[in-house]
C-alpha cells in the first residue's frame, strides 16, 4: 500500500486553478497515481486522478474530473484526506459555507473514476479538521479543534460508503485551540490499532498524549510536556 501524500494549498491552485476560496489536498492512492481533492464553489468537491511520471517528478495523464456535493455548504476549509484502502478515501474537512460544521465523506476510487459517498457530520459547530490518521482496516482518528475552547479526537469506523462515529475525547480545553490550530500545532499519529500519539500546544508548553481506542471509545493518558 502507497505511503500517504498529503499536500495543503491555500489561494490558486496549480491542480486545477481554483478561487482564492478553495483549498486542495492530494493522497497516493497507489505507487503512481494521485488523487486530487478541491473545493470548486457552489458547494461542490472535485476530484481527479493524475499518475506520477517514472522519474518521480511530475503528474501527468490527467484524469476526467468528478463531483461530489458538500452537504449545506459552499466552500470548504481544513481539509484532509486518509487512504483506508487501495479503493477507499476518506475525505475531512470544516465547512465555510455550514456554521463551521466538521463533515466527513467517503470517496471510492474504481479505473479512475471517483464516486462520492454522503457527507456526515462529526461535529455540528465551529470545527477545525486539524488531521486524521488510519488506525485499522476501517477505523480512522480524525483530529480537531472545537471551537476556540478544545481540541479533540473522534473515532470514525467505516462500513461501504458510510462513516459512523463514536463520542469525541477531548483532550486539551485550556487554551485558544482555534488559534493553535491556524498555526498547525496540532498533530496526530498512529501507534498501533489500538493507540494513538497526539501533540499539540497547551497553555504553556508543546505537550504529547497517548490516546487510547477500545471499539469507537477514546480515553486519554497523562500529557507530556516538552
Do not use: H
Not at 478541491?38 to 517528478?57: D, H, L, M, P, W
Request: net charge negative; aromatic share 10%; with cysteine.
Amino acid at each position: 500500500m502507497a505511503v500517504e501524500a498529503v499536500n495543503y494549498s491555500s489561494g490558486n491552485t496549480t491542480f486545477f486553478g481554483g478561487s482564492s476560496q478553495t483549498k486542495s489536498i492530494s493522497i497516493e492512492y497507489d505507487t503512481d497515481k494521485v488523487v486530487n481533492f478541491e473545493n470548486t464553489g457552489n458547494g461542490i468537491v472535485t476530484g481527479r486522478v493524475a499518475e506520477i511520471n517514472s522519474a518521480k517528478t511530475a503528474l501527468e495523464n490527467y484524469g476526467n474530473s468528478y463531483n461530489g456535493s458538500l452537504t449545506g455548504g459552499t466552500y470548504w476549509d481544513e481539509p484532509t484526506a486518509v487512504l483506508v484502502d487501495s479503493s477507499t478515501v476518506l475525505l475531512a474537512y470544516t465547512d465555510r459555507g455550514d456554521a463551521d460544521k466538521g463533515y466527513a465523506v467517503v470517496v471510492t476510487i474504481s479505473s479512475g473514476v471517483l464516486t462520492f459517498g454522503t457527507p456526515v457530520t462529526y461535529y455540528n459547530g465551529g470545527a477545525i479538521t486539524l488531521g486524521a490518521v488510519l488506525l485499522d482496516t476501517n477505523k480512522v482518528i480524525i483530529n480537531y479543534a472545537r471551537g476556540t475552547s478544545a481540541a479533540q479526537a473522534i473515532c470514525c469506523t467505516i462500513s461501504g460508503t458510510v462513516p459512523t462515529f463514536g463520542s469525541a475525547f477531548t483532550y486539551e480545553s485550556t487554551n485558544n485551540s482555534a488559534s493553535v490550530a491556524r498555526t498547525n500545532n496540532i498533530r496526530v499519529a498512529k501507534i498501533s490499532t489500538t493507540q494513538a500519539l497526539v501533540i499539540y500546544k497547551g497553555s504553556t508548553y508543546l505537550e504529547a498524549e497517548v490516546l487510547d481506542i477500545s471499539g469507537t471509545t477514546i480515553t486519554g493518558n497523562t500529557a507530556t510536556a516538552y
